[in-house]
């Protein structure tokens, strides 16, 4: 499985890239930046890269463990990041032109607004693998040595 400090960091860059992204572009003019773009482009390549990680070598390997309960909360977490992809998925499709490389906001305040509920569904995902999907894989782990 991926190491904890692997995830740990990508959680800590995801959390630091969306703090300066949301402060950047709080201020509309700062918007149009190049900075603001590849800080942008950064967190989704970051968060992208995250989300199939966990699905892949976390929730992935859960679901062939025999006790039912760790596959349902492997399912729970596929589940909740499916919504997310898509979600974010519109999110990325209204709000920039991967294309151009650019944001393209005609509404500054409708663009804050989807991005801090984006950002904090992001971050409430992180917080729930960090309390609940972490310590599960931890303890699996654990009975596993335990048992060889």
């Known amino acids: 499985m991926v190491a904890f400090e692997q995830l740990h960091a990508q959680n800590h860059k995801i959390t630091e890239l969306s703090n300066v992204f949301l402060y950047l572009v709080s201020e509309r003019s700062m918007c149009d930046t190049d900075v603001a773009c590849d800080v942008f482009f950064d967190l989704t390549n970051h968060i992208r890269e995250h989300m199939e990680v966990v699905d892949r070598d976390l929730c992935g390997k859960l679901l062939s463990y025999p006790d039912q309960s760790v596959k349902n909360t492997a399912n729970r977490f596929l589940s909740g990041s499916t919504e997310i992809k898509r979600i974010f998925a ?3 499709k209204q709000w920039c032109s991967e294309k151009r490389h650019a944001l393209t906001i005609d509404d500054h305040a409708s663009f804050l607004q989807d991005t801090e509920q984006m950002f904090a569904l992001v971050m409430d995902r992180l917080q729930r693998e960090t ?11 654990g009975q596993e040595r335990q048992v060889a």
């Not at 609940?132 to 782990?141: G, H, Q």
């Open 90 to 92: 519109s999110y990325v």
């Open 131 to 141: 309390e609940y999907l972490y310590p599960l894989i931890r303890n699996l782990e």
